[in-house]
């Protein structure tokens, strides 16, 4: 079947590649590990027309029989066994289409790096994994996807390993989303105690049942879904980079363009808004866990947006950008605007993806120089990858006619009414769409306009493959709103009654005016960013005021979690340098070792010896006996 | 004729035992340990005649002649075992065969 293959394509080439390794010519590799993407894509593309063609779309596949989890209130089989409908469908589209392009596009970015097949071997194995997640039936197997793709995350951001800073952003990573994760496998446990089940279809009609049967949920039931929805949300703050374990997705902009690209904007981070949108079943029923999930996104997408302003690396503006993006995910998410959730999500994976990668083709261009600082001008000297990062840009703004308009447009539209949401939250969404257009015009101020401010000189590569995955993004980005995403069979019991009556009229206007008042703002206060000053060797230097610092440094995160949480475990690590427990086991080990020393000096071949322990033992044991 | 008492016939088996005993575990000559293997067989011997007398049954004295025999064969064999020691070593101190050690 299609369906069960779909994962197998890119797993193939994964294999093939890390068990080859070096001895695959360029050629061979990247021709394995993009023509299984590619197949892949199009397997997906096929599977959603023939999702379309079903009366209830609803795919499934099942692989195999993987274990049976017994409790009290009965059984339940965990299958290897996907899923497919309208939400996992949106999902592998963006999954294997941008993987698709991201991958072409590393093809040609990596290719003069010694260990490129083993670059290609882990976005393949990222993709098999996240497809695992997204495909999955039952919570068990997603969990597998989910920690799949946190390891592949770290692999990759650790992929030049020989710079101590890139293993450490690894291990950060790994370390954060671990934080989240352990929530998740808690929150899945409590799932299984309190209802019995873990796949997810059973799971969502079974919820149902007692929703609307006549008594309803018992207080306690009521109880047990509001500690599980809080702690699966946990688990998608911390794999989609959100307050409070944001602080490892800066960080990971060690890794190359590319994997920044796929992993950190369009489709590692999304699987916390997927995995919250997969159990709104869930959540739908803890209304009091949907406003957090609000709380948190409009949180998050403003802090971010203010660390955005005041980033020097390309790459940290748009990570940030990136976790203000996710932000309007949750807010939706917790606004109960399930569809318009999912919608920004691949959106945001188009236009990301587009900024990523064009990104990464300015920086191949100017020797891996990441500062914008050291950049400026380059408007001229690279039109194309300019007109390509202005469409992405434009996007992420959400002018009128972007696909990030319609997106972003149709999350703000349900905020004010919603239920979880409200009146505040609707203007922390919008004063977040002002600043991000701020950062986005200070963006392109300081990489495309202005004075020329680096030193060596452009390596201008006319690689077609590169270029062709751009233009395709750049297409997705611009078009992708006019996708019509048909998820009403999916969220069909989320359709809450909002009503939309009691709404002022100026709503729709602020919104749609929001991005062009930043745009305006922008082009006066960063007006030194733009403007073309006399002399030849101007420097600009990023603002050292103490609040822009502050805002630099991710809004003072990193130093309060090294405080609360690093420097008092290193402290007691220190305290127990002579490891008390291990003391107390290596005793074991000391009191064998002891026996050892002493049978081997009874065993000493003095046969005179041996016969006075023989007579002394008779002597003891007739002594016993007779006493 | 007066019986001697078993248990004077025991109490000097056991003293010839302990002699014979010590002289095993003291001598360091392999061939004075032979012989106070000897005083020990001697000792027991002397034990079953003193019972088979106490108790009038000839069970002690066929015992008895079982235990020479053994001593008798048993001496063969160390002596023969003596005579090889003192080829190879040149000496017949007991604790140069100290070879089997763990």
């Known amino acids: ?627 | 004729m007066t019986a001697i008492p078993l248990f004077h016939v025991l109490v000097l088996s056991s003293l010839l035992f302990t002699i014979g005993f010590t002289g095993v575990v003291a001598r360091k000559n392999t061939l004075f340990i032979l012989m106070s293997l000897e005083v020990m067989l001697n000792a027991v011997g002397v034990a079953f005649i003193g019972a088979g007398s106490a108790w009038q049954q000839a069970d002690g004295q066929v015992m008895f002649i079982l235990i020479l025999t053994l001593a008798a064969a048993e001496v063969a064999v160390g002596l023969a075992l003596l005579i090889r020691m003192q080829k190879k070593y040149r000496s017949l101190d007991i604790d140069l065969l100290n070879k089997m050690k763990g």
């Open chain 1, 1 to 627: 079947m299609l369906l069960a293959s779909l994962p197998f394509y890119p797993l193939i080439s994964f294999i093939l590649l890390i068990v080859f390794a070096k001895r695959l010519s360029w050629h061979v590799a990247s021709f394995i590990s993009v023509g299984a993407m590619a197949i892949a894509a199009l397997v997906s593309m096929r599977l959603v027309l023939e999702l379309s063609a079903m009366p209830d779309s609803v795919m499934t596949a099942n692989l195999w029989h993987w274990f049976n989890l017994v409790t009290k209130q009965g059984s339940s089989d965990v299958n290897m066994s996907f899923y497919l409908d309208g939400l996992s469908a949106v999902m592998i589209c963006v999954v294997t289409g941008i993987g698709f392009l991201i991958h072409l596009f590393a093809a040609a970015y990596m290719k003069d790096d010694a260990n490129f097949t083993r670059f290609m071997a882990y976005m393949n194995l990222f993709i098999v994994a996240m497809l695992v997640l997204v495909l999955a039936d039952n919570l068990v197997l997603l969990y597998l996807g989910w920690e799949g793709v946190g390891l592949c995350s770290f692999l990759l951001i650790g992929f030049w390993y020989h710079e101590k800073a890139n293993v450490l952003a690894a291990r950060k990573a790994f370390i954060v989303t671990r934080i989240g994760d352990t929530s998740m496998a808690i929150g899945l446990l409590l799932l299984f105690n309190s209802f019995g089940q873990l796949n997810i279809e059973a799971l969502s009609s079974l919820l149902q049942q007692i929703g609307s049967s006549g008594t309803g949920f018992s207080t306690e039931q009521l109880n047990d879904i509001y500690w599980i929805a809080l702690l699966l949300l946990g688990g998608a703050v911390g794999k989609s980079a959100q307050l409070p374990l944001q602080t490892w997705l800066p960080d990971a902009m060690a890794g190359p363009t590319p994997v920044s690209a796929l992993i950190h904007a369009a489709t590692m981070v999304t699987a916390g808004v997927y995995l919250i949108a997969r159990m709104h079943h869930l959540f739908m029923f803890s209304p009091e866990v949907m406003t957090y999930v609000a709380w948190l996104g409009a949180i998050t997408l403003l802090l971010a947006g203010f660390a955005a302003l005041a980033q020097t690396d390309i790459k940290r503006v748009l990570a940030y950008s990136t976790m203000s993006q996710i932000g309007y995910m949750m807010l939706a998410l917790g606004a109960g605007a399930w569809s318009a959730g999912v919608f920004h999500l691949m959106t945001h994976a188009f236009f990301k993806a587009l900024l990523f990668l064009t990104a990464g083709a300015v920086i191949l261009a100017l020797h891996h120089q990441q500062d914008l600082f050291k950049m400026g001008g380059l408007l001229k000297k690279l039109p194309v990858e300019s007109a390509l990062f202005v469409v992405g840009l434009v996007c992420l703004m959400a002018l009128p006619g972007t696909s990030g308009f319609f997106s972003k447009e149709a999350i703000i539209a349900q905020l004010w009414s919603s239920n979880t949401a409200g009146p505040a939250l609707w203007w922390c969404a919008i004063i977040g769409a002002f600043i991000t257009s701020i950062y986005s015009c200070r963006l392109f101020f300081l990489a495309f306009l202005g004075n020329k401010r680096y030193r060596t000189g452009l390596v201008v590569e006319k690689a077609n493959l590169m270029r062709s995955a751009l233009v395709v993004l750049a297409m997705l980005s611009l078009f992708g709103g006019l996708i019509s995403l048909d998820l009403s069979q999916v969220f069909q019991s989320a359709r809450a009654s909002i009503s939309f009556e009691n709404e002022p009229s100026w709503l729709h206007s602020v919104a749609i005016a929001t991005p062009f008042f930043g745009i305006l703002f922008a082009w006066y206060y960063f007006k030194n960013y733009r403007l073309t000053k006399g002399q030849d060797d101007y420097v600009l230097s990023a603002s050292t005021h103490s609040f822009a610092v502050f805002c630099r440094n991710g809004l003072g995160f990193d130093s309060l979690y090294k405080r609360l949480f690093i420097l008092p475990y290193t402290w007691l690590a220190k305290l127990n340098r002579n490891d008390i427990v291990d003391k107390t086991l290596m005793s074991s080990a000391w009191y064998i070792g002891l026996w050892h020393d002493v049978m081997t000096m009874i065993q000493n071949g003095s046969l005179r010896w041996y016969l006075a322990a023989f007579g002394l033992s008779i002597l003891v044991l007739v002594g016993v006996t007779i006493l």
